[in-house]
């Protein structure tokens, strides 16, 4: 078994933005986001199993997913979401004996890892330094504090598999990474977006547009064919989708700042409120970009007509600012 770390430079520390992790927190942790997934009842055991490559399962309950990996030394995990709890042995114990070894934190989210307390404590758990921040905050014992810490990078072999775990920036939270199998040519990213849907609200409640944005071209980069999401499992196929929906959403957007004009939107706004004069103002522009996005994604993704106003002010907020 061996762990390599390959830290080209310290990241961003933990102490970003307490109010977005506070807001993200909130939204997550307590919302289920599983009414944009395609059902994935779970049957009498309470999961579903699906192997998706040699050795590569996928254990999924309410929509959302573990996934885990048998190398003939030892298994890795990769989420343990509180929705399959202790089933996550159940469903290890169907396909093999071997011990889990690795647990690997997507992110710091309970809803994705709180069920990490029902493997074995010997475990050790890889996370991103800033996942690490996050859950010393938390101090939750649901989530044991992760004991193998890599900045930008790491690789994990065991046994006849190899996952190789990147950070490239907040596409959803400050530590998520992209986890990736090279010889089943499966990535997995949480809480991206979830296939055959938008991406959840808020943009995925991302806390940096741009990094949202780059995260697409990012995945495509890799090498696969198997997108395992927190919810849901797609191709690449989705991933471009989605990329364009997101492109779109930019251009319109963008389209909003330039053509809403301030005083024609704010004529009736009383002008001594300053806050309510932004927000006609927000409000005019976000109404523009949400026509246009829902006029051209109508029937392509589920959620589209419901979150794409959340999505239009979150990307001119960021057009304006970021
Ligand atoms: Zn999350």
Redesign the pocket.
């Known amino acids: 078994m061996r762990l390599n770390l390959s830290i080209n430079k310290a990241c961003k520390n933990g102490l970003f933005v307490a109010s977005i992790f506070l807001i993200?927190i909130s939204v997550?942790d307590f919302t289920n986001q599983n009414n944009i997934i395609r059902a994935q009842a779970p049957d009498e055991k309470g999961y579903e199993l699906r192997e998706i490559g040699g050795g590569a399962y996928v254990v999924s309950n309410t929509g959302y997913n573990s996934m885990f990996l048998v190398t003939g030394e030892g298994v890795i995990v990769v989420d343990a979401p509180p929705s399959i709890g202790v089933k996550i042995n159940d469903a290890i114990a169907e396909v093999t004996n071997e011990p889990v070894k690795f647990l690997v934190y997507s992110?710091a989210?309970k809803?994705?890892i709180g069920g990490a307390n029902v493997l074995p404590v010997e475990t050790e758990i890889v996370a991103q330094r800033d996942t690490l921040g996050f859950l010393k905050m938390a101090n939750d014992t649901d989530r044991p504090l992760p004991t193998q810490i890599f900045d930008n990078e790491t690789t994990i072999s065991l046994g006849n598999a190899t996952l190789q775990l990147f950070y490239g920036g907040p596409y959803?939270?400050n530590g998520?990474i992209f986890i990736y199998s090279p010889q089943h040519k499966i990535l997995m990213v949480?809480?991206q977006f979830s296939p055959g849907g938008m991406p959840w609200k808020h943009l995925a409640?991302t806390p940096h547009v741009p990094s949202y944005i780059q995260s697409y071209d990012q995945v495509l980069n890799y090498d696969f064919d198997t997108y395992v999401s927190?919810h849901g499992i797609g191709t690449k196929d989705d991933v471009i989708l989605e990329k364009q929906y997101v492109s779109d959403l930019k251009n319109n957007a963008r389209f909003a700042i330039s053509n809403v004009n301030f005083t024609e939107a704010t004529k009736n706004t009383d002008k001594s409120n300053n806050a309510a004069v932004t927000e006609a103002y927000f409000n005019a522009m976000t109404d523009v970009c949400a026509d246009r996005t829902n006029g051209n994604w109508k029937d392509k993704l589920q959620g589209v007509g419901v979150w794409t106003d959340e999505h239009c002010e979150k990307m001119i907020i960021s057009l304006r600012n970021d």
């Open positions: 993200c997550v992110h989210h809803d994705h959803h939270q998520n949480v809480d409640t927190g």
